[in-house]
């Protein structure tokens, strides 16, 4: 990947996909760490690469109307060349126990909020003509579906629409993509990987078995590289064959 003219904005990068994101971004650029967790995030910048500085960036985007402002701040200490949104949840519910504020707390943090940071970036008053990439992390279970996870599955859809609004109003100058993952191995998904038998339906379903952090950090640099220069409004599937392997359940 080449080095970035700016700082790459990773969200959610406390821990997970987020943290290898920035861990394998810190090779050739300089970061800005978002999430809410500041000790977490100053853990995560001390693992980056010397050569290129993390900054974090203590913010809860559930907090809509202060972005503009808190944007508007981090791009005065330097300009924000790409955004990569990892900050996620997941919170699984049967139907009848779903509320609309429910639903709208997932469609915040990964749809609202990614859309106003790209909007606030791509401002030339707030960040100048800096931003030149967006890559959003979906999942395998916005084009399909699982059971109890109706706002999850609500959330991570409208993010796929938005990957591709966002690809026809940003271009030419900045690309938008989105990489969708299946069930990889963090701590957001580790209280159900700890159970034996969730794990072992989990390897079975998964031709090329349970994901890393890491795999979904090397999808998100080549779609910030030169080599994905001619790719917009995408959504890149990695998820070990799952998707091509069983009836999804």
């Known amino acids: 990947m080449a080095q970035a003219a700016g700082s790459i904005l990773v969200t959610g990068a406390s821990s997970g996909i987020g943290a290898a994101v920035a861990l394998r971004l810190s090779e050739s650029s300089p970061l800005v760490l978002g999430g809410r967790d500041l000790p977490r995030l100053e853990r995560t910048a001390a693992q980056c690469r010397r050569s290129h500085p993390a900054r974090s960036w203590a913010y809860d985007l559930q907090d809509l109307a202060g972005l503009p402002e808190a944007v508007a701040a981090l791009a005065r200490e330097g300009p924000i060349s790409a955004f990569v949104h990892c900050a996620g949840s997941v919170n699984p519910l049967p139907l009848r126990n779903v509320t609309p504020d429910q639903l709208l707390e997932p469609l915040t943090l990964h749809v609202l909020a990614a859309a ?19 890559v959003l992390i979906g999942s395998i279970w916005g084009p399909f ?25 940003l271009a030419p100058r900045v690309t938008v993509n989105a990489v969708l993952p299946g069930a990889v191995d963090t701590p957001m998904a580790g209280r159900a990987l700890e159970d034996p038998q969730v794990r072992t339906r989990l390897e ?29 409004g995408q959504s890149l599937t990695v998820d070990g064959g799952r998707t091509i392997h069983l009836p999804l359940k």
């Open 116 to 134: 106003e940071i790209a909007r606030l970036l791509s401002l030339k008053r707030i960040n100048g003509s800096s931003l030149t990439s967006i």
């Open 145 to 169: 579906a699982a059971k109890g996870h109706t706002a999850y599955v609500v959330s991570k859809a409208a993010l796929e629409g938005l990957t591709r609004g966002l690809a026809v109003d």
């Open 204 to 232: 079975t379903d998964y031709p090329l078995g349970i994901g890393t952090p890491e795999a979904i950090a090397g999808a998100v640099a080549f779609l910030l590289s030169r080599d994905a220069g001619w790719i917009t």
